[in-house]
Nanobody
Framework: VQLQASGGGLVQAGGSLRLSCAAS????????MGWFRQAPGKEREFVAA????????YSADSVKGRFTISRDNAKNAVDLQMNSLKPEDTAVYYC???????????????WGQGTQVTVSS
């Protein structure tokens, strides 16, 4: 499956952004989907994940209550709604697909190209 992330940008602290990830060339509904992020000089970290049918979601403690992951299997898309953004949310955000329910990047088989999110203070 091929993934294309979009929706990043520059936003002030407290603002919102919605990231989208479009999938092609595969059976999207057979994959668990995740969002990860990587800030300069840091390792890639888990942000949120959603199960194949969208009935289970998981979020990192750092984003709980602020970020929401959702998917639309009819549109082959997964979104990440980010509210109450903080400067420490600044990173490149990646969507990824996995045959596992996992928080670990190494368990994800396919990755999008990443989209930059910058939160100014």
């Amino acid at each position: 499956v091929q993934l294309q992330a979009s929706g990043g940008g520059l936003v002030q602290a407290g603002g919102s952004l919605r990231l989208s990830c479009a999938a092609s060339r595969g059976t999207f509904s057979t994959y668990n989907m995740g969002w990860f992020r990587q800030a300069p000089g840091k390792e890639r970290e888990f942000v949120a994940a959603i199960s194949r049918r969208g009935d289970n979601t998981y979020s990192a403690d750092s984003v709980k209550g602020r970020f929401t992951i959702s998917r639309d299997n009819a549109k082959n898309a997964v979104d990440l709604q980010m509210n109450s953004l903080k400067p420490e949310d600044t990173a490149v955000y990646y969507c990824a697909a996995s045959t596992f329910n996992s928080y670990y990047p190494n368990d994800y088989n396919y990755w999008g190209q990443g989209t930059q999110v910058t939160v100014s203070s």
